[in-house]
Nanobody
């Protein structure tokens, strides 16, 4: 069974940084891309960032551009999300996901495998 396990969330203050990790089984990393999405209560799921597993092309959501950085470690089968200058509006549960085909990486329906998520809470 393919699994994605996200970790690294926590409670921080505005302006702080966090680094999220997404560890995956080798099977997952025949994927085309890995992405991060976030879901806050009573809000729609929001695209955060995605990275191509081969080549490393990245794309970001508008609200995190310039503050968040997605990266990968092919050897460790892991993807990371470095989050700097966190804001209260970044509070959400963050999920990593894998897609096995080309498409719109900002669209959650493009992804086939999802992790359970990790909670990020930013206090003002």
């Amino acid at each position: 069974q393919v699994q994605l396990v996200a970790s690294g969330g926590g409670l921080v203050q505005a302006g702080d940084s966090l680094r999220l990790s997404c560890a995956a089984s080798a099977r997952t990393f025949s994927s085309v891309a890995l992405g991060w999405f976030r879901k806050a209560p009573e809000k729609e799921a929001e695209f955060v960032a995605a990275i191509a597993w081969s080549g490393g092309r990245t794309t970001y959501g508008d609200s995190v551009q310039g503050r968040f950085t997605i990266s990968k470690d092919n050897f460790e089968n892991a993807v990371y999300l470095q989050m700097n200058n966190l804001k209260p509006e970044d509070t959400a549960r963050y999920h990593c996901a894998a897609t096995y085909r080309e498409g719109d990486w900002s669209d959650s329906s493009s992804y086939q495998t999802w992790g359970q998520g990790t909670q990020v809470t930013v206090s003002s």
